[in-house]
């Protein structure tokens, strides 16, 4: 009865204010891109065709939309899970290495067992990494205070240049191409329905909703949600701060390191030094742009993805750099932040 | 007036300014009729209150008296519902402290408003016009601050960074501050709540130089020690209003402590039925067992060592202690450390048979303890949860609660306990997903007495529990509280209101220092004991 909830409830959480605000945001997105195009020399509207034709209207878009999209939605979960307990994971990107250094080493240095059980531990290997090297910031902040906003920044850099260092040491092999060799081709992830798109999209998908289903209906979601609504209340209904600091972060970098497996195992086959474009970050501006709610850093990641593929085909469509793909990101963010996502908050804070 | 012009003049402030409103009596500043509400609570009504040029007065009364609040309207900070305010015999409207600022009337407020990474010279100019002025100058500025120390005889190092300077030396910044925009009637809040003994001498001195200076000095206080130390007048609030106004010869400890607390039982309104409890409720005719007994407990306080000062105390089952006592007495420290969230120093809290020397929220839950805390936003329910997790909150939190299983909550088990506990402690409205913040303040307090009370506890701490409540919710919490002694649990309400505390309890303890100063039974206590007792002058006496 509750769980239908009456009209009312459903328009009290719809809120068309929320969604009017959205829109209006949308489209004056779109009114400055379109701006940005004009400005940069090209037709707006032809560049927004080749957009989406690039990202939407071929096999190969498709294909690199998808893939690209599933890891944002990893990365931006790894930043969600700790933002509810009002926790900001920037290591994100550190965490996605050392998932796939995790994956790679365990794809490419564990023989015995059937190729498919190698897969699945190198999977479990990227997302404890992840997990570990998340969870030291969480239990400095618990134990020492240290912010973690410090910490995972600074992690980044640990894990990146030990990555850097285990592919030339450990692998030989690498030369100077700067990558392992390539993981046996029965040890990486499945394609779906014999196709090129990898499996770790839906691995991506039962995250989001592993995910949702964590902060609604599990004991450890309920507390997440309170230590971050109001830490002081939390601890003192017997919620122990340290331990939600830790166990939060954890998932999150558990998330993001299922995503460096999922690149390595799925997507490029090989650790390369240069795999990550800057994952972890966009996850950042995923999870903000999806308010911290799981189901909606889906769309948030595939408005990035789209924007991300579609941008690399500006150049040969239109006659735009690349780099125009950049700003069109980064205006989209501004705007949706600005327009959507913060008045909200502050509004909340207000009350 | 004017901003100073220190910069073009070199010379702080100016003695016209400052005698300016002293000709024919004018009042410095007076107030007529003041009234200010915040949602139910009614802090001011039909406040009188007149300033003197050159006159320290001091405004007097309880916490939740109502001082503060008709400090910050004259000041501008806060306008009132009604009423008016006359500076220099004008009338005056502030928008803002600027505009109160213009017109000569400023206040030190009891936290701190300025900026620790600047120096002193670059707080002291900060805000004023001249701050803009694009010539300004580094050291014309440290010139101009360094001059107005020395004409207030404040031995600053003006170039020093305000985080270099000790609490005493921060004061002395943000009064002169004040005093460098030529202020002639300086609020100060609180101002030796911070202070040691020795800083407090030296602040008394400069505030009768001021007075000196034809300065008009209004303290807000407390501490009767300080009134007849230092001021000229007093005006003495209670409950928002003023109830007695005293000038210098008539001050001293008894008639000033009467006319804080007051000493009539019946001027306290003194009816059960007007605060909800009602003649027919039995009397609980004898306690039982000892259920909470501390021993020589010391709790430190964020700013002071022994905030709780060997305190011992003990609430059997089926009484209600009630802890009186001006706030600031270690109240918040002894409930922050019985609800565990505040470490013992040293000392012992034996709840039933278990003696504890540290106590933490699960543990204390386990025990059968019921927290109503004193900040109900900060510490007993979260805003952004429903009314179903806030009021299943603790027993959520604890793994081995029936609610969870294997990490899932169980739905069918929360929704059937939140429907009951809903009815039984009638939460409006009565919707389990809705998000406490739409509640009003009664209706959270009824979330959070439904959470706490729950399972009947042995041991209910319940702090301020009717603060800013409706008069149905103040008679609801009354009620549960009186039910729950009848059945047999230990009750300690710690509260600021008399009237409240009388009358729900069966025996009274004032808090003073840390201490138990004074302790009886309800019917034997005596209330003119209780009074000095609430503001230090107790002989320790217990009845």
Same mark, same amino acid.
């Given at each position: 009865?509750?769980?239908?909830?009456?009209?009312?409830?459903?328009?009290?959480?719809?809120?068309?204010?929320?969604?009017?605000?959205?829109?209006?945001?949308?489209?004056?997105?779109?009114?400055?891109?379109?701006?940005?195009?004009?400005?940069?020399?090209?037709?707006?509207?032809?560049?927004?065709?080749?957009?989406?034709?690039?990202?939407?209207?071929?096999?190969?878009?498709?294909?690199?939309?998808?893939?690209?999209?599933?890891?944002?939605?990893?990365?931006?979960?790894?930043?969600?899970?700790?933002?509810?307990?009002?926790?900001?994971?920037?290591?994100?990107?550190?965490?996605?290495?050392?998932?796939?250094?995790?994956?790679?080493?365990?794809?490419?240095?564990?023989?015995?067992?059937?190729?498919?059980?190698?897969?699945?531990?190198?999977?479990?290997?990227?997302?404890?990494?992840?997990?570990?090297?998340?969870?030291?910031?969480?239990?400095?902040?618990?134990?020492?205070?240290?912010?973690?906003?410090?910490?995972?920044?600074?992690?980044?850099?640990?894990?990146?240049?030990?990555?850097?260092? &285990?592919?030339?040491?450990?692998?030989? &092999?690498?030369?100077?191409?700067?990558?392992?060799?390539?993981?046996?081709?029965?040890?990486?992830?499945?394609?779906?329905?014999?196709?090129?798109?990898?499996?770790?999209?839906?691995?991506?998908?039962?995250?989001?909703?592993?995910?949702?289903?964590?902060?609604?209906?599990?004991?450890?979601?309920?507390?997440?949600?309170?230590?971050?609504?109001?830490?002081?209340? &939390?601890?003192?209904?017997?919620?122990?701060?340290?331990?939600?600091?830790?166990?939060?972060?954890?998932?999150?970098?558990?998330?993001?390191?299922?995503?460096?497996?999922?690149?390595?195992?799925?997507?490029?086959?090989?650790?390369?030094?240069?795999?990550?474009?800057?994952?972890?970050?966009?996850?950042?501006?995923?999870?903000?742009?999806?308010?911290?709610?799981?189901?909606?850093?889906?769309?948030? &990641?595939?408005?990035?993805?789209?924007?991300?593929?579609?941008?690399?085909?500006?150049?040969?469509?239109?006659?735009?750099?690349?780099?125009?793909?950049?700003?069109?990101?980064?205006?989209?963010?501004?705007?949706?932040?600005?327009?959507?996502?913060?008045?909200?908050?502050?509004?909340?804070?207000?009350? | 007036?004017?901003?100073?012009?220190?910069?073009?003049?070199?010379?702080?402030?100016?003695?016209?300014?400052?005698?300016?409103?002293?000709?024919?009596?004018?009042?410095?500043?007076?107030?007529?009729?003041?009234?200010?509400?915040?949602?139910?609570?009614?802090?001011?009504?039909?406040?009188?209150?007149?300033?003197?040029?050159?006159?320290?007065?001091?405004?007097?009364?309880?916490?939740?008296?109502?001082?503060?609040?008709?400090?910050?309207?004259?000041?501008?900070?806060?306008?009132?519902?009604?009423?008016?305010?006359?500076?220099?015999?004008?009338?005056?409207?502030?928008?803002?402290?600027?505009?109160?600022?213009?017109?000569?009337?400023?206040?030190?407020?009891?936290?701190?408003?300025?900026?620790?990474?600047?120096?002193?010279?670059?707080?002291?100019?900060?805000?004023?016009?001249?701050?803009?002025?694009?010539?300004?100058?580094?050291?014309?500025?440290?010139?101009?601050?360094?001059?107005?120390?020395?004409?207030?005889?404040?031995?600053?190092?003006?170039?020093?960074?305000?985080?270099?300077?000790?609490?005493?030396?921060?004061?002395?910044?943000?009064?002169?501050?004040?005093?460098?925009?030529?202020?002639?009637?300086?609020?100060?809040?609180?101002?030796?709540?911070?202070?040691?003994?020795?800083?407090?001498?030296?602040?008394?001195?400069?505030?009768?130089?001021?007075?000196?200076?034809?300065?008009? /000095?209004?303290?807000?206080?407390?501490?009767?020690?300080? /009134?007849?130390?230092?001021?000229?007048?007093?005006?003495?609030?209670?409950?928002?209003?003023?109830?007695?106004?005293?000038?210098?010869?008539?001050?001293?400890?008894?008639?000033?402590?009467?006319?804080?607390?007051?000493?009539?039982?019946?001027?306290?309104?003194?009816?059960?039925?007007?605060?909800?409890?009602?003649?027919?409720?039995?009397?609980?005719?004898?306690?039982?067992? /000892?259920?909470?007994?501390?021993?020589?407990?010391?709790?430190?306080?964020?700013?002071?060592?022994?905030?709780?000062?060997?305190?011992?105390?003990?609430?059997?089952?089926?009484?209600?202690?009630?802890?009186?006592?001006?706030?600031?007495?270690?109240?918040?420290?002894?409930?922050?450390?019985?609800?565990?969230?505040?470490?013992?120093?040293?000392?012992?809290?034996?709840?039933?048979?278990?003696?504890?020397?540290?106590?933490?929220?699960?543990?204390?839950?386990?025990?059968?303890?019921?927290?109503?805390?004193?900040?109900?936003?900060?510490?007993?329910?979260?805003?952004?949860?429903?009314?179903?997790?806030?009021?299943?909150?603790?027993?959520?939190?604890?793994?081995?609660?029936?609610?969870?299983?294997?990490?899932?909550?169980?739905?069918?088990?929360?929704?059937?306990?939140?429907?009951?506990?809903?009815?039984?402690?009638?939460?409006?409205?009565?919707?389990?997903?809705?998000?406490?913040?739409?509640?009003?303040?009664?209706?959270?307090?009824?979330?959070?007495?439904?959470?706490?009370?729950?399972?009947?506890?042995?041991?209910?701490?319940?702090?301020?529990?009717?603060?800013?409540?409706?008069?149905?919710?103040?008679?609801?919490?009354?009620?549960?509280?009186?039910?729950?002694?009848?059945?047999?649990?230990?009750?300690?309400?710690?509260?600021?209101?008399?009237?409240?505390?009388?009358?729900?309890?069966?025996?009274?303890?004032?808090?003073?220092?840390?201490?138990?100063?004074?302790?009886?039974?309800?019917?034997?206590?005596?209330?003119?004991?209780?009074?000095?007792?609430?503001?230090?002058?107790?002989?320790?006496?217990?009845?």
């Amino acid at each position: 009865m509750r769980r239908l909830g009456s009209l009312a409830d459903w328009r009290q959480r719809l809120d068309w204010r929320y969604l009017a605000r959205l829109l209006a945001s949308l489209a004056l997105t779109l009114l400055l891109v379109g701006l940005i195009f004009d400005l940069a020399g090209a037709d707006p509207v032809a560049a927004f065709e080749a957009l989406i034709r690039g990202s939407l209207g071929n096999p190969l878009g498709v294909e690199q939309t998808i893939e690209l999209g599933a890891i944002l939605v990893l990365a931006g979960l790894a930043v969600t899970i700790p933002a509810r307990a009002s926790l900001w994971n920037i290591g994100g990107e550190g965490q996605i290495f050392a998932g796939a250094l995790a994956a790679a080493s365990v794809a490419l240095k564990v023989t015995g067992p059937d190729p498919a059980i190698v897969m699945l531990l190198a999977l479990l290997a990227g997302l404890l990494a992840g997990a570990a090297v998340a969870a030291v910031a969480g239990a400095l902040r618990a134990l020492t205070g240290a912010n973690e906003v410090l910490t995972t920044l600074m992690l980044n850099f640990v894990i990146a240049l030990l990555t850097f260092y &285990a592919i030339t040491n450990w692998f030989p &092999a690498a030369g100077i191409r700067g990558s392992t060799p390539e993981i046996p081709r029965d040890v990486e992830l499945p394609t779906l329905l014999g196709g090129d798109i990898t499996s770790g999209v839906l691995l991506a998908l039962a995250c989001v909703v592993a995910a949702h289903v964590l902060l609604t209906r599990t004991r450890l979601g309920l507390t997440i949600r309170a230590v971050g609504a109001n830490p002081e209340a &939390a601890r003192h209904n017997g919620i122990r701060l340290g331990s939600v600091y830790t166990v939060s972060f954890a998932i999150g970098g558990a998330f993001a390191g299922l995503a460096g497996a999922i690149v390595v195992l799925g997507i490029d086959g090989l650790l390369a030094r240069d795999f990550s474009p800057g994952y972890g970050f966009v996850g950042i501006a995923v999870a903000l742009l999806a308010r911290s709610r799981p189901l909606l850093v889906v769309p948030a &990641a595939a408005l990035f993805s789209i924007v991300t593929v579609g941008g690399s085909y500006l150049e040969s469509a239109v006659g735009l750099s690349a780099d125009v793909a950049l700003v069109i990101q980064g205006t989209l963010l501004l705007l949706l932040l600005a327009l959507w996502v913060i008045p909200p908050q502050r509004a909340a804070g207000v009350r | 007036m004017t901003a100073p012009k220190p910069l073009t003049e070199g010379t702080p402030g100016s003695n016209e300014e400052l005698t300016r409103g002293a000709a024919a009596g004018t009042p410095a500043v007076e107030a007529r009729g003041l009234r200010r509400t915040f949602g139910e609570l009614v802090a001011n009504d039909d406040v009188d209150f007149t300033v003197r040029p050159g006159e320290i007065h001091a405004l007097l009364g309880e916490n939740g008296a109502g001082k503060t609040t008709l400090g910050t309207m004259l000041a501008g900070l806060l306008k009132p519902d009604r009423g008016e305010i006359l500076a220099g015999g004008e009338p005056v409207a502030f928008g803002s402290p600027r505009d109160a600022l213009r017109h000569g009337i400023g206040m030190v407020q009891q936290h701190s408003v300025l900026v620790p990474g600047l120096t002193v010279a670059e707080n002291l100019v900060l805000g004023t016009e001249s701050s803009w002025n694009p010539r300004l100058r580094h050291r014309a500025v440290e010139r101009w601050a360094a001059e107005l120390c020395e004409r207030f005889g404040a031995g600053l190092d003006v170039s020093a960074p305000l985080a270099t300077l000790s609490i005493d030396e921060v004061q002395q910044v943000e009064i002169l501050r004040l005093l460098g925009r030529d202020v002639r009637v300086l609020i100060l809040d609180e101002p030796t709540a911070v202070l040691a003994r020795a800083h407090a001498e030296r602040l008394f001195e400069a505030l009768r130089g001021l007075r000196e200076r034809g300065c008009s /000095v209004v303290i807000v206080t407390h501490k009767l020690s300080e /009134v007849i130390e230092l001021a000229d007048r007093a005006t003495v609030l209670r409950h928002g209003r003023v109830v007695a106004r005293l000038d210098r010869p008539e001050f001293n400890e008894d008639a000033l402590a009467s006319a804080v607390v007051g000493t009539e039982l019946a001027e306290f309104g003194h009816e059960p039925a007007a605060i909800g409890v009602s003649e027919d409720m039995p009397r609980h005719g004898g306690a039982g067992d /000892v259920v909470l007994a501390i021993e020589d407990l010391v709790v430190d306080g964020e700013r002071s060592a022994g905030a709780v000062d060997r305190l011992s105390l003990q609430v059997r089952a089926g009484e209600v202690l009630g802890l009186a006592g001006v706030e600031g007495n270690g109240q918040a420290e002894l409930i922050e450390a019985l609800s565990g969230v505040r470490g013992v120093s040293s000392g012992t809290v034996r709840i039933g048979d278990r003696t504890l020397t540290q106590l933490d929220p699960r543990t204390l839950d386990r025990l059968g303890v019921a927290v109503v805390s004193s900040e109900r936003r900060r510490w007993d329910v979260v805003q952004d949860l429903s009314i179903e997790e806030n009021i299943l909150l603790s027993e959520l939190a604890d793994p081995a609660s029936d609610f969870s299983r294997w990490g899932f909550l169980r739905r069918s088990k929360m929704d059937a306990a939140v429907a009951e506990r809903i009815k039984a402690f009638d939460v409006r409205p009565a919707d389990p997903s809705r998000s406490v913040a739409t509640l009003s303040g009664g209706n959270q307090q009824r979330v959070v007495l439904g959470r706490e009370l729950a399972h009947r506890p042995r041991l209910l701490i319940a702090a301020y529990p009717t603060h800013g409540l409706d008069v149905a919710a103040v008679r609801f919490v009354h009620r549960t509280l009186l039910k729950l002694r009848d059945e047999a649990t230990a009750v300690l309400v710690v509260s600021a209101d008399r009237d409240e505390l009388f009358a729900l309890s069966d025996r009274v303890a004032v808090l003073y220092r840390g201490r138990i100063g004074y302790e009886a039974e309800r019917e034997k206590a005596d209330m003119r004991q209780f009074s000095r007792a609430m503001v230090g002058l107790g002989e320790g006496a217990t009845a």
